[in-house]
């Protein structure tokens, strides 16, 4: 059993940055993918950003420029940086690993952007 703990959420004015963190427990170079997700209240979860094993990664079009996704093998660890932060991206952010054993989920981290 993976489990993945998330940090780095907080409150930023926008136009600022912030880089979320996901540790996990065990490897992370057996998962096929790792992502993040953000849900909203009264909305379903969303991909945010997704890193495959090999290294593609692909991004929701809302955050496509600002955000980027990277994977640390060697520290269990994948990265979000968000740049340019607008308050639409205000939300709780969840990391998620997906692989031959299933799908994990951490228990997510609040961002707010405010104007």
């Known amino acids: 059993q993976v489990q993945l703990v998330e940090s780095g959420g907080g409150l930023v004015q926008a136009g600022r940055s912030l880089r979320l963190s996901c540790a996990a427990s065990?490897?992370?170079?057996?998962?096929?993918?790792m992502g993040w997700y953000r849900q909203t209240p009264g909305n379903q979860r969303e991909l945010v950003a997704r890193i495959l094993k090999g290294g593609m990664t692909n991004y929701a079009d809302s955050v496509k420029g600002r955000f980027t996704i990277s994977r640390d093998n060697a520290k269990n660890t994948v990265y979000l940086q968000m740049n340019s932060l607008k308050p639409e991206d205000t939300a709780v952010y969840y990391c998620?690993?997906?692989?031959?054993?299933?799908?994990?989920w951490g228990q997510g981290t609040q961002v707010t952007v405010s104007s």
């Open positions: 998620n690993a997906a692989g031959f054993t299933g799908v994990y």
């Open positions: 065990g490897s992370i170079f057996s998962f096929a993918a």
